[in-house]
């Protein structure tokens, strides 16, 4: 069963960037993806965005288009998920998730296993 | 505002069935994108609690099941337990937005 662990809590300055980091250990499918969903405080969840990284194709949320980047590094079997120009509105728990069998960029896919968040406050 | 509409709160007695409704519209649920379900205990992450029709990871119990009609899908939970107390949001695929989307998550408190 592949488990997730991300990186540590981040406090940013508004206008900085933050770079949150998810490995994944315990297998790994070929096809599978990585999303990132955030949850800002007493909030519901929100979609952010989609890698795939066999490809390395994404899927961005329109929301978040152009201060976004999501990237993967096969050889560790890490995932990044980097956001710029940060306002206080960011403040959220980013998780990242595992689709185990994905069927695309573009799909209905479930999202199989959670990571365990990483809480970013931004704050001047 | 979620794409997905789903009631802020449910709630019920131990024993009772709760529905949880998520209600989409033509670009999401209507077009036939598949509806999962997720719950997250208090101060924990998100977990998938039941996907596409009625399939389940292990673990998750029977008492837990879905529907889903038009535009619309369920969450049910026969014999709510304790346990069960938590948020709960449906998740579906929106092609005018060309991503994932979530309801805007249900708190069901046992009573």
């Known amino acids: 069963q592949v488990q997730l662990v991300q990186s540590g809590a981040e406090v940013k300055k508004p206008g900085s960037s933050v770079k949150v980091s998810c490995k994944a250990s315990?297998?790994?499918?070929?096809?599978?993806?990585i999303d990132w969903v955030r949850q800002a405080p007493g909030q519901g969840l929100r979609w952010m965005g989609r890698?795939?990284?066999?490809?390395?194709?994404?899927n961005y949320g329109q929301k978040f288009q152009g201060r976004l980047t999501i990237t993967a590094d096969d050889s560790t079997s890490t995932a990044f998920m980097e956001l710029s120009s940060l306002r206080p509105e960011d403040t959220a728990t980013y998780y990242c998730v595992y689709t185990t069998e994905s069927t695309g960029l573009f799909t209905d896919d479930a999202f199989d296993i959670w990571g365990q968040g990483t809480m970013v406050t931004v704050s001047s | 505002q979620s794409v997905l509409t789903q009631p802020p709160s449910v709630s019920g007695a131990p024993g009772q069935r709760v529905t949880i409704s998520c209600t989409g519209s033509s670009s999401n649920i209507g077009a036939g994108y598949h509806v999962h379900w997720y719950q997250q205990l208090p101060g924990t992450a998100p977990k998938l609690l039941i996907y596409v029709n009625n399939d389940r990871p292990s673990g998750v119990p029977d008492r837990f099941s879905v529907s889903k009609s038009g535009t619309s899908a369920s969450l049910a939970i026969t014999g709510l337990q304790a346990e069960d107390e938590a948020d709960y949001y449906c998740?579906?695929?929106?092609?005018?937005?060309?991503?994932?989307?979530f309801g805007g998550g249900t708190k069901l408190t046992v009573l």
């Open positions: 890698i795939i990284p066999m490809f390395g194709t994404t």
């Open positions: 315990g297998g790994s499918a070929s096809n599978f993806a």
């Open positions: 998740q579906s695929y929106d092609t005018s937005l060309s991503g994932s989307i």
